[in-house]
């Protein structure tokens, strides 16, 4: 198979853009680096292209790799034929694959097998022919051999039986056949194991649905249901079709003696040995389909959540809410920097709301505090209360926000959360992230595994090592989208920077606290294990403020350094109007790209990117994303009407629709179908995570908690 040509049909690309990214990541380069400094060699594939390119690029080099293994081991029984040779060849697939080697892989002692050793082949070879005009207890009588086992007629016609069903099993296009036409009409049934017991699968418990109309998310509630052992699930497949084309492929002459035994083996065929494995391998794809839709969902979910807007230059007061053990604060200044750490104790069972309010107000007075962070989990809504009764008595003007804190508590019994808050508890350290994720979301959700940030569904279910490979593709990509200040960022940021391992992370970290702020790019060299092509992958991504030479600042690679000094002097600049902001507008006075670009022994689309960049020296492309809502008031859930009109922030989404923060402690759903007036087949087409949307309360059940929304106004 030629791979690139494979790879520029599937992604719908140039076949030269398709070598050019397989070459740069064949030489080491990473997708962030590609996408960004490589773009005269890719025609400027976008890291999506890219990802995407990549994960086929290792299915079908595996693909090519399984095909040499099959053919040398058929090759060495002496079974190769050309023909065989080139159906492998030409496989698309690896179930493909698999299905070509099955009658040839060494197998685990079988029924047929074990005929075969009795010498019943030949017998199996006259039923096969349906030529004999004796019957077959004539036909097998000399086959007995009591030294085998083989005693009676029935014995010899049984076992030749076995060798049948296997050799039938064995075919693989009966196999590709049955595979396909149960995909395309088979069902997925599921049925309850204790019809009475109350569970969340109640949906399920009588449940059935064509496979090819199956959505992702059903498959994968059908799974944990029944890994949970609440419900059983099986493929029913259309049987009555499959042993009719079976018996038109097998039974190739109506012959008296033959007929009957051939419909009892491809009966048995069918029955024991093809749809057992055929119904595991469509639940395997399905499943594996599901999955990769849930990852992909995962994946836009978490890059919008990453790339919320930070809230700079503001003195927060991290809330982590709790009832017994009290709610914990952090006062973090406008760099992250903890300031102050206290526990009030303004929820039941103590109910200290007074001396709550008078310790948060000498807070706010003594730091200044303008904005208060407060997570989403257990008594947020009772401290929700409490802050707005607050506000109210406070002359400062003070705003507050409810935040998504999954994953704060993984990150604060974490390792890394004990490194750098040594001398705090779980609590403080906690409440401590909540106030940072608000000011720069990014630094602060490095810091936490991916899969706990919770902005997906059944995340647990799924193949691990491919959705911490996806997520971490995603980090990768937004840190390197906004670059990182190289004299602040931690080490848990900096190992997500392309060609930054965790190792080297810390070693950039341990050589500033060593030799105090890196003053050019240049000087990462100095840094242990940081090598020239780490380097040349890395330094695009770190910014230096105020060091020596301007450009440090920005995104221009130091690669095109010359190229961007001769810039700005044939523009009649000098490098250090880069800082004073002086460059806005100087694509103006470029006419001809291509002939500048020449002239400056750079690419075309490097010189742009160069341009604007000078233009807006390290942009933040999250400044482009919605704001946060910021809110002094508060509404219940029993404050809610049909009908009310009201602004919110998408928490989630996931295939059925998303969640909705209007403000009340439980998020509102927007069912897909309440999203837009034209028909869109997934969520993601309508809204993201962090998304600012107006919708309208369609209906409220408070003793289920559950509030439906739309955004058809």
Not at 481 to 488: A, P, Q, S
Not at 550 to 566: C, F, N, Q, R
Request: proline share 4%; net charge neutral.
């Amino acid at each position: 198979m030629d791979i690139i040509a494979q790879l520029a049909k599937e992604l719908n690309i140039k076949t030269q853009q398709a070598q050019a990214a397989v070459q740069l990541i064949d030489e080491g380069n990473t997708i962030p680096f590609i996408s960004r400094y490589r773009k005269e060699a890719t025609g400027a594939l976008n890291d999506e292209v890219l990802r995407n390119l990549f994960e086929r690029l290792t299915y079908l080099r595996n693909l090519e790799e399984k095909k040499e293994q099959v053919l040398a081991s058929i090759e060495e029984q002496g079974k190769l034929t050309d023909e065989l040779k080139q159906q492998i060849l030409a496989a698309e697939t690896l179930v493909a694959v698999e299905d070509l080697y099955r009658p040839y892989r060494p197998k685990r002692r079988t029924r047929a097998t074990i005929a075969k050793e009795k010498g019943l082949e030949p017998l199996a070879n006259i039923i096969l022919l349906q030529m004999t005009d004796k019957p077959l207890e004539q036909e097998a009588e000399s086959f007995l051999n009591p030294e085998k086992e083989v005693n009676t007629v029935q014995d010899a016609i049984a076992g030749a039986m076995d060798i049948l069903a296997e050799a039938i099993s064995d075919e693989a296009d009966y196999r590709k056949y049955i595979r396909d036409l149960t995909m395309r009409v088979g069902k997925i049934v599921s049925v309850a194991k204790d019809p009475e017991a109350e569970s969340v699968y109640e949906m399920y418990y009588e449940f059935e649905e064509g496979l090819a109309k199956l959505a992702g998310h059903r498959i994968l509630a059908l799974n944990r249901g029944e890994a949970e052992k609440v419900l059983t699930v099986k493929v029913e497949a259309p049987t009555e079709q499959i042993l009719q084309y079976l018996a038109k492929k097998t039974i190739v002459r109506e012959n008296p003696h033959t007929s009957e035994v051939l419909r009892q083996v491809i009966e048995d065929s069918y029955k024991r040995l093809i749809a057992p494995a055929i119904e595991r391998e469509i639940r395997n794809e399905l499943t594996e389909r599901a999955e990769d839709g849930a990852i992909k969902v995962f994946g836009k979910n978490l890059q919008q959540l990453l790339m919320q807007p930070p809230i700079a230059g503001k003195v927060v007061l991290g809330w982590d809410p709790a009832f017994r053990t009290g709610c914990k604060l952090a006062v973090v200044d406008s760099t992250g920097k903890v300031l102050d750490t206290t526990v009030i104790y303004p929820t039941a069972p103590q109910n200290k709301v007074e001396q709550s309010k008078a310790v948060l107000k000498k807070l706010i007075q003594k730091y200044d505090i303008s904005l208060i962070s407060v997570g989403n989990g257990t008594a947020s809504r009772e401290s929700e209360m409490i802050i707005v009764d607050l506000l109210k008595e406070i002359p400062q003007p003070v705003q507050y926000i409810i935040v998504n804190e999954a994953g704060a508590s993984v990150y604060s019994a974490s390792k890394l959360a004990t490194e750098e808050f040594p001398n705090f508890d779980v609590g403080q350290r906690s409440a401590a992230s909540i106030a940072r994720r608000l000011q720069d979301p990014l630094a602060e959700l490095v810091k936490i595994d991916p899969k706990s940030i919770g902005v997906g569904q059944y995340q647990h279910d799924m193949n691990q090592k491919k959705l911490s490979g996806a997520l971490n593709g995603v980090v990768e990509d937004c840190v390197n989208k906004v670059g990182v200040d190289l004299n602040t960022a931690s080490a848990s940021l900096l190992e997500y920077i392309s060609g930054i391992s965790r190792a080297i992370a810390k070693n950039i970290v341990a050589y500033r606290e060593e030799n105090g702020r890196f003053l050019t790019r240049a000087q990462l060299l100095k840094v242990a294990k940081l090598g020239p092509k780490a380097y040349e992958q890395c330094a695009g991504f770190m910014r230096i403020s105020d060091g020596k030479n301007p450009l440090d600042g920005t995104s221009v690679h130091p690669e095109s350094y010359d190229a961007a000094k001769k810039l700005l002097e044939r523009l009649g600049f000098a490098p250090e109007d880069i800082r004073g902001g002086k460059l806005s507008g100087i694509s103006k006075k470029i006419s001809d790209y291509k002939k500048l670009a020449a002239e400056l022994e750079v690419g075309e689309l490097t010189l742009q990117d160069i341009v604007k960049e000078l233009e807006k020296p390290a942009r933040d492309p999250r400044d482009e994303m919605p704001k946060p809502i910021l809110r002094t008031d508060v509404l219940e859930m029993k404050d809610l009407t049909p009908g009310m009109i009201l602004k919110g922030t998408v928490r989630n989404v996931i295939d059925f629709g998303a969640f909705v923060d209007i403000g009340v402690h439980q998020d509102g759903l927007v069912h897909v179908s309440q999203m837009t007036e034209r028909y869109i087949k997934h969520p993601l087409e309508a809204v993201s995570v962090g998304d600012i949307v107006e919708v309208k309360v369609m209906s409220v059940d408070l003793k289920k908690k559950r509030i439906q929304l739309t955004m058809k106004l």
